[in-house]
């Protein structure tokens, strides 16, 4: 199994640009979720998924949108980058919720100029 | 929502010494886990330890929900523990995981 897989690994963005990151996962995991670190902030949630068709806001979600069409992928997609949107983001999936033990990807560091 | 606090925030170790690093939290503690991230970037998952204690070669964690943290121990410190630890549980046991700030560790030879 490749487990959770991103693409990008890097991204440089100039601000107003858009840009999706891809994420997927062979586990056939039903929740995904996507999470920014910043320094000295720890990680901190964007959306979420429970399943295919469904999403949900974690604790930042603007600027941020998601869907979820397949059981294996949950892209992110920033329509008009902002500085302030230069962070990494990881993408995880689990079998369930909070409760289930997180498999994370290898992440993708975004700079937006 | 739920707060998530760390200690120590920065920690240096010699290799060979023992550490323990603790997550205190604001809210009741459903479903914890402890996740290392190594220099690369990589996350990893520890431990899923909702109460009890667990052990894992030279890793073990204590976690006491009635009284709202987690403590993870590190015996026999290598340079390879060397990264961020960080803990987190969702809001209510639901779909929210919550992460602390972390615990910066470096291992000394």
């Known amino acids: 199994n490749a487990g959770v897989t991103q693409t990008p690994k890097f991204q440089v963005l100039k601000t107003g640009q858009s840009m999706t990151l891809q994420c997927a996962q062979d586990?056939?995991?039903?929740?995904m979720s996507w999470y920014r670190q910043d320094p000295g902030m720890g990680l901190r949630l964007i959306h979420y998924?429970?399943?295919?068709?469904?999403?949900d806001q974690g604790e930042v979600p603007n600027g941020y949108n998601v869907s979820r069409s397949t059981t294996e992928d949950f892209p992110l997609r920033l329509l008009s980058a902002a500085p302030s949107q230069t962070s990494v983001y990881f993408c995880?999936?689990?079998?369930?919720?909070?409760?289930?033990?997180?498999?994370f990807g290898p992440g993708t560091r975004l700079t937006v100029t | 929502g739920i707060q998530v606090e760390q200690s120590p925030p920065d920690l240096i170790l010699q290799e060979g010494a023992n550490s323990t690093l603790r997550c205190n939290f604001s809210?009741?503690?459903?479903?914890l886990q402890w996740f290392h991230q190594n220099p690369w970037g990589q996350l990893i998952n520890l431990f899923y330890i909702p109460s009890g204690t667990k052990q894992n070669g030279r890793l073990s964690a204590t976690t006491v929900a009635t009284e709202r943290y987690s403590l993870l121990y590190i015996s026999s410190s290598q340079t390879t523990d060397s990264g961020v630890y960080f803990c987190a549980s969702p809001e209510g046991g639901g779909n929210k995981l919550t992460f602390g700030t972390g615990t910066q560790l470096k291992v000394e030879l």
């Open positions: 586990m056939n995991h039903e929740y």
């Open positions: 995880a999936s689990s079998r369930g919720p909070g409760g289930y033990e997180q498999y």
């Open positions: 998924s429970v399943g295919a068709g469904i999403t």
């Open positions: 809210d009741s503690v459903n479903n």
